[in-house]
C-alpha cells in the first residue's frame, strides 16, 4: 500500500472517529443541561465546547466537500448530517429559557452564542441542499461519457 493510500485511508477512519467523539461530547453538553450546573464553574467551558464543536464540523463538512468521490462519501455524509442534527438540538436546548446555562441568563455569552447558531445554520442549509436520498448514490462515474468517447476513438 502507498503512502498516499495509507494516508487516505487514515484520513477516512479519523474522520469517523472524529465524528464519534463530537456525538459524545454533544451528549455530554445534553446531560449537563439536565442538572443544574454551577455557571461559574461550567458557563465558560460549556461555551468554549460550544465553539470547539462548532468549528470542528465546520473542518469536517470542509474536508466531505472537498474529497466527493472518496469511496463511501455518502456515509460518511449521512453521518456528518446526524451529528449535525443532534448539535442543532443542543442549541435549541442550551437557548430555552429553562436551561441553565441560558444566553437570555447571561448576556455575556449572548454574542458567542448567536455566533454559534449562525454558523450552524448555514452548514445545515448547505447540508440539506446536498442531502442525498436513501438508496441513491452521488457518486458520479470515474470516467464521464466525453471522456470514454475520447479513450475510445484511439482504438
Given at each position: 500500500?502507498s503512502?498516499?493510500?495509507?494516508?487516505?485511508?487514515?484520513?477516512?477512519?479519523?474522520?469517523?472517529d472524529?465524528?464519534?467523539?463530537?456525538?459524545?461530547?454533544?451528549r455530554?453538553?445534553?446531560d449537563?443541561?439536565?442538572?443544574d450546573p454551577d455557571?461559574?464553574?461550567?458557563l465558560?467551558?460549556?461555551?468554549?465546547?460550544?465553539?470547539?464543536i462548532?468549528k470542528?464540523l465546520?473542518?469536517?463538512?470542509?474536508?466531505?466537500n472537498?474529497?466527493?468521490?472518496?469511496?463511501?462519501?455518502?456515509?460518511?455524509?449521512?453521518h456528518?448530517?446526524?451529528?449535525?442534527?443532534q448539535?442543532?438540538?443542543?442549541?435549541?436546548?442550551?437557548a430555552?429559557?429553562?436551561?441553565?446555562?441560558?444566553?437570555?441568563?447571561?448576556?455575556?455569552i449572548q454574542?458567542r452564542f448567536?455566533?454559534?447558531?449562525d454558523?450552524?445554520?448555514?452548514?445545515?442549509?448547505?447540508?440539506e441542499?446536498t442531502?442525498?436520498?436513501?438508496?441513491?448514490s452521488?457518486?458520479?462515474?470515474v470516467?464521464?461519457?466525453?471522456?470514454?468517447?475520447?479513450?475510445l476513438?484511439?482504438?
Amino acid at each position: 500500500m502507498s503512502n498516499a493510500d495509507n494516508n487516505t485511508m487514515t484520513k477516512h477512519i479519523n474522520f469517523e472517529d472524529n465524528l464519534f467523539i463530537l456525538n459524545v461530547r454533544i451528549r455530554m453538553i445534553h446531560d449537563l443541561l439536565r442538572l443544574d450546573p454551577d455557571p461559574g464553574l461550567f458557563l465558560e467551558r460549556t461555551m468554549d465546547d460550544l465553539e470547539f464543536i462548532d468549528k470542528a464540523l465546520e473542518s469536517l463538512m470542509g474536508s466531505l466537500n472537498d474529497n466527493i468521490r472518496l469511496f463511501g462519501w455518502d456515509i460518511a455524509f449521512n453521518h456528518l448530517s446526524d451529528i449535525e442534527w443532534q448539535f442543532s438540538r443542543l442549541l435549541i436546548e442550551f437557548a430555552r429559557d429553562s436551561s441553565p446555562l441560558s444566553p437570555d441568563k447571561f448576556p455575556q455569552i449572548q454574542e458567542r452564542f448567536v455566533r454559534i447558531t449562525d454558523s450552524e445554520a448555514v452548514r445545515r442549509k448547505a447540508i440539506e441542499g446536498t442531502a442525498v436520498p436513501a438508496g441513491q448514490s452521488r457518486a458520479e462515474p470515474v470516467v464521464s461519457p466525453a471522456e470514454m468517447s475520447e479513450l475510445l476513438k484511439e482504438y
